[in-house]
């Protein structure tokens, strides 16, 4: 070929090669941690775009986190000049979203449908559970959750669910009318999501063909992680022409109690034909102690697929193992050990905490938090699930969307306007009988209670009024003043917490729009326009993270976008995972072993290795569980370069009590050579029982003081830059050529006539905001909506 695709496939081993450049057919790759399956993946996209196979518009790319999606995108960019934002890359919520934002009206959502995150969606169980004057024990809302989730994991709709009886009778009918609920509010959860998208596939054959005449390659990374749904929401999109690409390790399976299948490996090999399966065997990540501590631990695993994984580098550091008198001394000792690797040069962000349980990180941020050093959580307490921030968020979501009753019920008297509950009874059951939404029922409460109502109805309506034109910073700091947030949490005895959050908030939004590149003239030149075989020089390694996909393109028809406001709450709903606002800040990663899955770091600390928690004491009793603890803990191993600690405690806070535990069985399982014990091997908790009884008697007091500090976040900053002002935008924006001016008359095919409130970018990622009356404001590509000035 013409092409010179050297400086892409430099460096890869002759197996990876090969994989890299498969022909374009199916194909499964088998192989351990470490060994570069994502790097595989990742350059073979470039290089399938680089040798002009496939445009980006052309190739799907599923990964299992948006972090992990980030990431891709972030190596792409580095090794192309393509538009990675406009590439179908990310989770099977993420496209899904991606896919019935563009197909709302077939798949019979709502426009501005809101994404319900879990606790969303068990409060709205709970809800239903309520209205259905059901007893809550016998119908325990996490459970009926999880009976919903798994019907729609297994493509069930509420008339599927088989009734034996009484009891699974009503579950089904809890299903139905939750359903009913959601679609009146205008809301999916996660499952639904993946369904509804399954659903239009597969019965829209126009659709369909569509789509699997567009994607001309699927690549799927961590295969061995989906669940049934996926595989056939997969094979959906895979039409006959299409080269899969799954890319997965049997031994990193740790989701099976959630529903994924291991088996969709050999039914993906035979239904897709794969001729061939490739291994790869050298491990690039880790050195050797590590790896043999690896190797070590899962051959006590008996089903396996069987492979195998070596390495080059030397043996490197041995695994140290430290043994602790309690959680706090453990969170102590990790947290020094930490800061000598610091000093020694490693950057934070390398430095990765891991635990079995979200329960355990609070003795460690404590520890953190209270020595000054700079962290950030994944997962467990989000940012985005805090009480404040979620209350912020519902407002957002009845400037949105007024129909939205889950929004609607958690603010109506947040803070208080005199809203009992037998006012929201009455407006629930007069919603319920017609059918309508809370909003639209308010009419039908009498008396002071109804009057309230309305005061509250006209607030919302007021904010919406005066958010027009406005940026999604301003809208923010327009809506924590007017809906009174800002001073109820003044007058709160630990407000100053809720207000400092509240306050990143915006500074989350503001992170957002400059990441989406709202408001910013940059645009990304597509690899077609730059030509074949040219690279641009690769980026520095400490390049910003992309942004997490949130689809903007236009609708091909009126050229309408989602608004700015729009595309912030649906971050916020898929984003749960992060923590915006230490974005940037070197900080240490603490994170679940769950959420650690295909990263790496320099140095790895596994803590809580006793047994009933790591090996967590629901599997204790069952092999298969156990297997999967055991893959759980490879997982964790093989996340280290170069460095890995483990660490267990002798007593443990946990859930408010106080546990004598014994070292995990998974220490006994690695071999002695690769080891370093920092404190005498012991057994159990015999030799210093006594003096750890009294440790943790000790601190019996102070550890209330500690978890009381709650998480804020350390010393974390601003980012420099000043917001450009609106009307600076639109200046620039006016200048860059469209013709359109804020102020300016137009009429639209669609829409009517209306008048243009903002203007935002250049060129074809031109946006403007207009203001339709009767459809009310619109955000349009300028270069597909055909607006025409009136004057
Ligand atoms: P996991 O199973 O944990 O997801 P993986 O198989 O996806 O691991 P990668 O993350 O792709 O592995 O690669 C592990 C590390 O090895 C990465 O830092 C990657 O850049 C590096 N690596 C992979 N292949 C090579 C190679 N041929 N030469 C040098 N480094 C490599
Ligand atoms: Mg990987």
Redesign the pocket.
């Known amino acids: 070929s013409l092409v010179d695709t050297g400086a892409l496939l430099r ?3 002759p197996e ?1 090669l090969a994989a890299v450049t498969l022909p374009a057919e199916p194909a499964l790759i088998l ?12 350059t073979r996209i470039a290089w399938l775009l680089q040798t002009g196979q496939v445009s980006p518009g052309g190739v799907m790319a599923v990964t299992f986190t948006n972090k992990a999606a980030k990431e891709m995108m972030t190596r792409l960019g580095a090794m192309l000049p393509v538009n990675v934002r406009g590439m179908w890359i990310g989770t099977f919520h993420g496209l899904c979203n991606r896919f019935l934002r563009a197909h709302w009206k077939q798949a019979g959502l709502s426009q501005t449908f809101q994404i319900l995150d879990s606790g969303d969606s068990l409060s709205a169980v709970k809800r239903v559970i309520k209205a259905m004057n059901l007893d809550e024990e016998r119908f325990v809302p996490k459970q009926v959750a999880w009976f919903i989730a798994s019907c729609k994991e297994d493509g069930m709709r509420p008339g599927d669910v088989p009734v034996h009886d009484g009891q699974t009778q009503k579950m089904a009918e809890i299903y139905q009318a939750y359903q009913d609920q959601c679609e009146r509010e205008g809301v999916v959860d996660f499952a639904e999501l993946l369904l509804r998208t399954y659903e239009l596939m597969r019965d829209d054959a126009m659709l369909r063909e569509h789509y699997q005449r567009r994607f001309r390659h699927i690549l799927v ?2 295969f061995q992680d989906t669940n049934r749904l996926q595989y056939l929401w997969l094979k959906m999109f895979a039409g006959p022409h299409t080269a899969v690409l799954a ?1 997965g ?1 049997d031994d ?1 399976s740790i989701y099976a109690f959630r529903g994924a299948q291991v088996g969709n490996m050999s039914d993906f090999e035979r239904e897709f034909r794969v001729k061939k399966v490739i291994k ?1 065997e ?4 880790s050195y050797g102690n590590i790896l043999d501590a690896a190797n070590a631990l899962i051959a006590h695993n008996s089903r396996r697929l069987g492979k195998n994984l070596r390495t080059e580098s030397g043996p490197g550091e041995p695994v140290r193992v430290q043994e602790n008198a309690s959680d706090f001394n453990e969170a102590q000792w990790v947290l020094e050990e930490a800061q000598q690797l610091h000093r020694g040069g490693m950057a934070r962000h390398e430095i990765a905490i891991l635990y079995r349980s979200n329960a355990q990180s609070r003795v460690i941020e404590s520890a953190l938090f209270n020595a000054g050093i700079p962290y950030r959580v994944y997962g467990g307490m989000r940012f985005f699930e805090r009480a404040e921030i979620k209350h912020a968020l519902a407002y957002l979501r009845l400037i949105e969307n007024c129909h939205d009753d889950t929004s609607y019920l958690r603010v109506v008297n947040f803070p208080t306007r005199g809203i009992g509950a037998r006012t929201l009874e009455q407006l629930q059951d007069a919603a319920r009988q017609t059918g309508r939404s809370l909003w639209q029922s308010v009419g039908a409460v009498g008396g002071k209670g109804g009057a309230n109502l309305a005061g509250f109805n006209a607030l919302i309506d007021g904010m919406r009024n005066e958010t027009q034109g406005l940026t999604l910073r301003e809208i923010i700091e327009h809506m924590l003043h007017r809906s009174g947030l800002i001073d109820f949490y003044r007058t709160e005895k630990e407000g100053a917490d809720r207000i400092e959050n509240l306050e990143e908030l915006v500074t989350a939004a503001e992170a957002f729009v400059t990441q989406e590149g709202f408001g910013k003239d940059a645009v990304a030149l597509p690899v077609d326009e730059l030509g074949p075989g040219s690279i641009a020089a690769p980026r520095s390694p400490d390049v910003p993270e992309a942004p997490a996909p949130v689809d903007l393109t236009p609708d091909a028809e009126t050229g309408e976008i989602m608004s700015p406001l729009a595309a912030f709450l649906t971050h916020a709903a898929l984003e749960a995972g992060d923590n915006q606002a230490q974005a940037g800040q070197d900080a240490i990663q603490l994170m679940t072993v769950h959420s650690a ?4 770091f320099d140095a790895v600390f596994i803590t809580g290795l006793e047994e009933g928690l790591f090996p967590h004491e629901n599997a204790l009793s069952d092999a298969d569980g156990l297997e999967e603890e055991r893959r759980l803990m490879y ?1 964790a191993i ?2 280290a ?1 170069q460095r890995l600690y483990l660490s267990f405690s002798q007593t443990r806070m946990l859930h408010g009590q106080t546990r004598y535990n014994v070292k995990s069985r998974f220490l006994d399982e690695l071999p002695e050579s690769a080891l370093k014990w920092l404190t005498p091997r012991t057994q159990g908790f015999g030799s210093g029982f006594a003096r750890d009884y009294q440790a943790a008697w000790q601190r019996g007091s102070g550890l209330g003081s500690m978890v009381g500090a709650g998480r804020r976040n350390a010393g974390w900053q601003a980012p420099a830059e000043p917001p450009v002002p609106a009307a600076m935008k639109a200046a620039a924006a006016e200048a860059a050529g469209h013709g359109f001016k804020v102020g300016q008359s137009v009429f639209h095919a669609k829409f009517g006539e209306g008048v243009v409130v903002t203007l935002e970018g250049s060129g074809p990622d031109a946006r403007a905001q207009v203001n339709f009356g009767r459809h009310g404001a619109k955000w349009l590509a300028l270069s597909i909506a055909k607006l025409t000035p009136i004057d």
Do not use: F
């Not at 899955?597 to 790496?600: S, T």
């Open positions: 460096g890869l081993n990876q192989a351990g941690a470490g060994s570069g399956k994502t790097r595989v993946l990742t990374d961590e890319v390790d990193q790869l050298r491990n690039y990540r899955k295909g990263l790496e997982v093989t996340r370069r």
